[in-house]
């Protein structure tokens, strides 16, 4: 008995010791590369709809979170940005038709349709900046996601000098669906993820190719 005890304690010190350090980890992400209050575009993180065709919880969240900063004058544009990642729609026009039932002028809505992950949807999506010679942005996405995006947009402006931006990410809202559990998990997934992405960093890609070392 006093053995599993024993073990039964080590275990419970392993655990608390490692969610402190995944926990740790996340709270010292960077949220920001710029103080400026003001940018060229918002961007909403694409995220699959529902099998029909209508946004998901979270999909509703991140874009209403977009309409309120457009309406609040924080940029003039909204770039949304995804493609049929993970069913037949593209999340990117499921996203803008829905914005544009909430008041935004199709004339400040833009469409990226391709992006199958977060990475490209920065590539992608900067590439848009770019042609339209935008330099800044605000990044919405669910509160759980900014994290890993943080990690995406500052490698991104090392690897891809040509297509940087000055950047901010701005947390939608919990959908209302979910519960505090839901939360924390999604939390803890993407807490470790982020942990892992620190220590052995990004695939190289076309989207996020390797840093080039010096010789």
Known sequence: MKLLNRTLLY??????????????????????NTTQT????????????????TPSPEQRERVLEGV??????IAPNIIMTGGPAHNSFVEAHTMAQFAATQGVP?????????????????????????????????IVSSPSHLGR????????????PALSIDWHTHAARWPHEYSFTHELVLYYREASSCLQLRIHGFPSSKF??????AH
């Open 11 to 32: 275990l419970s010190i392993a655990a608390f010791t490692f969610a402190l350090i995944v926990g740790g980890n996340y709270v010292t992400l960077p949220t920001h």
């Open 38 to 53: 003001h940018f060229d575009t918002i961007i909403v993180l694409g995220t699959p709809a529902k099998p029909d065709g």
């Open 68 to 73: 309120r900063e457009y309406k609040a004058g």
């Open 106 to 138: 199709a004339s400040a809505i833009l469409e990226e349709p391709q992006a199958q992950d977060t990475i490209q949807n920065i590539y992608y999506s900067a590439q848009i900046m770019h042609h339209n010679n935008w330099s800044s942005a605000e």
């Open 149 to 160: 995006t943080s990690l995406i947009l500052n490698t991104f402006n090392i690897t891809q």
């Open 208 to 213: 996020l190719p390797q840093p080039a070392t």
